[in-house]
């Protein structure tokens, strides 16, 4: 362990020990932590706004998805969600900024990226 002076006393300098770097890395496992309240509301939140796509409710989703957004800002899923009720509003480049955010934030993760790949291609579609 090394040692470095803190400060000078009548009796000499003061040695605190600094910390070992091969001791200090610890292997951390990749496991997310369970979801909080704010991100479990979050996604609450989602999944309703999700349901109000399905009834063609652009509106009331989009602000469902805003709320979920400032509880749990970094769930594509929010994105992703917001793309579609743009869609169906029929503003696309709204659309294709959250698709963008949202693929960022889903990237890697295999079960959206069929979706992904269809949202992208509906948006292409709708610009034409």
Known sequence: MLCIPLAR????????????PALSKEEKPEVEPAPGPGRLASLQLTEHARLLIEEKKPDEAIRT????????????????YLAEAWLL???????????????????????????LTNQREKISKASR
């Open 65 to 80: 998805l805003e709320r979920a957004v400032n509880l749990y800002p970094t769930n594509g899923g929010n994105y992703y």
């Open 89 to 115: 509003k029929g503003n696309v480049r709204e659309a294709g900024e959250f698709h963008g955010i949202a693929a960022m934030y889903l990237r890697g993760r295999g079960e959206w990226k069929v979706r």
């Open 9 to 20: 006393c009548a009796t000499g300098p003061s040695l605190a020990p600094l910390p070992d």
